[in-house]
């Protein structure tokens, strides 16, 4: 039996997340879904006289493909994605592995040098289409969130057609609160950061980019980070699970890195200079969403929660110059059952123990 539920998100995804319009060119990238979400998505897009494009992918091959990879091989990759993707004025990605580890026996320096050589296709799609990118429901994924597959499907779409837009006015307030800010202090259990975000430009994120949404991003001034900082959340990165990392900066620069696979996450950091320096800020306030799945796109969201970025900027948006082939969403939770914590903007409390405090932000609140 069809779930309406599909049809729900691809409206969503298509008229609210990248408002796509008549002679719209629409790239549709699926990995590992259902022919229902493809099928539903190409509909959407030819009821508003759009044109879809639809790639597939299946993560068994893409580990095949990575495994083998040469700088060669995959420039010829890049110049005709980024060929496709110049024509594209939208772009919708689903994913949906089975295994989130699928990719973890793929060499590292491989990784990295798919990540390099396809940045520019990544770029393009950033800085020049209307994106919007998602990740899909199944069992591997309930299981990292402690739920049964039905308990996990219903959040699943209770957290992807949240009213976005109802949040809008308070992320703006949040967003214009970031912008007149200079200094940024973080306190929390084994974590004491400070820099800058003067003259950086924040981005509030309400469902028109990634889904599920719910955060404010900039970043900070690249060699003003000071300070430490322990990420409580669990994370995946280039296929390997990390925990309990620890990070201590110096004019900007990570000069210490530890994890429960130290020599593993010096490897990513030392992948190019850049690596090195942050490259985002941002602030996660989606109320639906509480407990951490080794998942970015949903744990970035998590309610009081807030994430600090190793590596690329977003070229464009919030850009403080930092370059690089890795991009690392780490995420720290600040709610009283994760230890709680302060952000401080210019002195003056932001948020504590994961809630706002001014009464402009309350409509954020978990």
């Not at 007149?180 to 259990?189: A, D, F, R």
């Not at 400070?194 to 970043?219: K, M, Q, V, Y």
């Not at 994370?235 to 390997?240: A, K």
């Not at 070229?315 to 082939?325: K, L, P, T, V, Y």
Request: hydrophobic fraction near 40%; glycine fraction near 8%.
């Amino acid at each position: 039996m069809h779930d309406s539920r599909i049809d729900q998100l691809a409206r969503q995804l298509v008229r609210y997340s990248t408002k796509v319009k008549r002679g719209d060119n629409v790239l549709i990238d699926v990995y590992d879904v259902p022919e229902e979400v493809a099928i539903a998505l190409i509909r959407e897009v030819r009821q508003v006289r759009a044109r879809p494009f639809v790639n597939i992918h299946q993560s068994r091959i893409a580990r095949e493909m990575g495994v083998g990879a040469t700088e060669e091989q995959y420039e010829i990759i890049s110049k005709h994605a980024l060929q496709q993707m110049q024509s594209m004025d939208a772009y919708i990605a689903i994913r949906g592995s089975h295994n989130i580890n699928e990719l973890s026996d793929v060499p590292g320096k491989k990784m990295q040098m798919i990540s390099s050589i396809m940045r520019p296709v990544l770029n393009h799609r950033v800085n020049k289409t209307r994106w919007c990118v998602l990740r899909w429901p199944n069992p591997s994924m309930a299981q990292s969130a402690g739920m049964s597959t039905e308990a996990f499907e219903d959040f699943y779409f209770r957290v992807c057609l949240l009213d976005y837009a109802a949040l809008m006015p308070a992320m703006k307030a949040l967003s214009k609160l970031m912008d007149q800010t200079k200094e940024v202090h973080i306190t929390g259990p084994g974590t004491d950061l400070r820099f800058s975000i003067d003259g950086l430009r924040s981005i509030p994120c309400g469902g028109t980019h990634n889904i599920p949404d719910g955060e404010c991003f900039t970043a900070p001034v690249k060699d003003s980070v000071e300070g430490v900082i322990h990420y409580n959340t669990p994370s995946v990165y280039q296929g390997i699970a990390f925990d309990e990392v620890q990070l201590t900066f110096e004019k900007g620069k990570i000069v210490k890195a530890t994890a429960n696979k130290e020599k593993a996450i010096n490897k990513i950091l030392d992948t190019d200079e850049g690596a090195r320096y942050i490259g985002e800020f941002a602030i996660g306030f989606n109320a639906e969403i509480k407990e951490p799945m080794r998942d970015i796109l949903f744990d970035e969201k998590i309610a009081g929660s807030f994430h600090f970025t190793p590596g690329q900027a977003y070229e464009g948006h919030a850009d403080n110059g930092n370059r690089s082939a890795v991009h690392w969403d780490l995420v720290n939770i600040q709610r009283p059952d994760y230890g709680g914590g302060e952000i401080y903007f210019d002195g003056a409390l932001i948020r504590k123990d994961g809630q706002f405090v001014p009464k402009n932000l309350q409509a954020l609140n978990w």
